[in-house]
């Protein structure tokens, strides 16, 4: 049969189910498409949205300066002096998910909000293995560079006690730290990903990297200035973030939901922590593999394009 000839086929004999939905469309009832602005994309309830990609570049970029501003002009009191509430961590992880919902209202690019912002989950098989998945791959890019720099002795690991204490109450941690780290993923890894999803995968994540690792900038200065943390741990703090940034991005991809990115990002390990010591250049040995390690388990984990 042509391609003509199917065409008009179908055209002659819809189906019930065509038939059904072309009614509700022209009453305006159930399965009525949702009105759109003009040249925006529908919605469709997949991952990833249809988003108008003349426009979400721009989008993207409002989002990343107005939640930088933001997380600045909140950190300002604190590195003047202030008391540094522990509950403002918390807090200030919900302000890019803020910026996030009041552009999609204000200048909409496509998609409904729980699809802009990767929540679905794309059902509890998918949801449990991707957790999984997450899990294990951020462990193993902890414990990976750590036992390599006791090896090596570039830096000597935590106590065994300890550490078996931590990995026991691991799942309630993770539990409680995701409350914050949902905050933070569903911008940047749900999204400002989604906006600068068109421009391929790694300029939108090396994109997003830098910008998330600018927003750290000041939250780290804090401590610094403070005295409670060393000044290369503000540059090797500003670094890891932005390597963290890499697999966080590949896990979304891979399995559509940020809800990966949000346990994995709650996963209170890196090879630094489970670090008691480091020699000055094993600090930076340790920053340097664990950097390596995320850029190779983003290439592993990211969804190939196969050619047609």
Do not use: K, N
Not at 169 to 176: E, H
């Amino acid at each position: 049969m042509t391609t003509s000839s199917r065409h008009t086929s179908s055209a002659s004999a819809p189906s019930p189910r065509g038939a059904a939905a072309a009614a509700a469309r022209s009453r305006g009832g159930p399965g009525a498409a949702s009105p759109s602005p003009a040249g925006v994309p529908r919605a469709t309830g997949q991952y990833p949205a249809p988003v108008d990609t003349a426009r979400s570049g721009r989008v993207a970029r409002l989002f990343m300066a107005l939640t930088v501003g933001a997380v600045t002009l909140m950190c300002v009191p604190f590195l003047l002096g202030a008391p540094y509430p522990a509950w403002l961590t918390f807090v200030g992880r919900w302000v890019p998910l803020l910026v996030a919902v009041v552009l999609i209202r204000l200048v909409p690019v496509g998609g409904r909000t729980t699809q802009l912002l990767g929540l679905r989950t794309g059902g509890w098989r998918t949801l449990l293995t991707s957790l999984l998945a997450a899990v294990g791959v951020f462990l193993a890019l902890a414990f990976g560079p750590a036992l390599l720099a006791q090896a090596l002795g570039w830096g000597t690991m935590i106590e065994t006690d300890v550490l078996l204490g931590a990995l026991v109450q691991l799942p309630l941690w993770v539990a409680l730290l995701s409350l914050s780290t949902v905050g933070e993923e569903a911008a940047w890894r749900g999204y400002a990903q989604q906006l600068l999803r068109h421009r391929g995968f790694w300029s939108s994540t090396l994109l997003i990297g830098a910008a998330w690792a600018l927003l750290h900038v000041p939250q780290i200065s804090i401590f610094v200035v403070a005295g409670d943390l060393d000044p290369r741990d503000l540059a090797g703090g500003v670094l890891g973030v932005f390597f963290l940034a890499l697999p966080l991005a590949a896990l979304v991809e891979r399995f559509g939901t940020v809800w990966p990115a949000v346990v994995s990002h709650a996963v209170p390990f890196t090879a630094l922590t489970l670090l008691t010591s480091t020699t000055g250049l094993g600090y930076w040995a340790v920053l340097t593999v664990t950097g390596a390690a995320s850029v190779l388990a983003a290439a592993l984990l990211r969804p190939r394009v196969r050619s047609a």
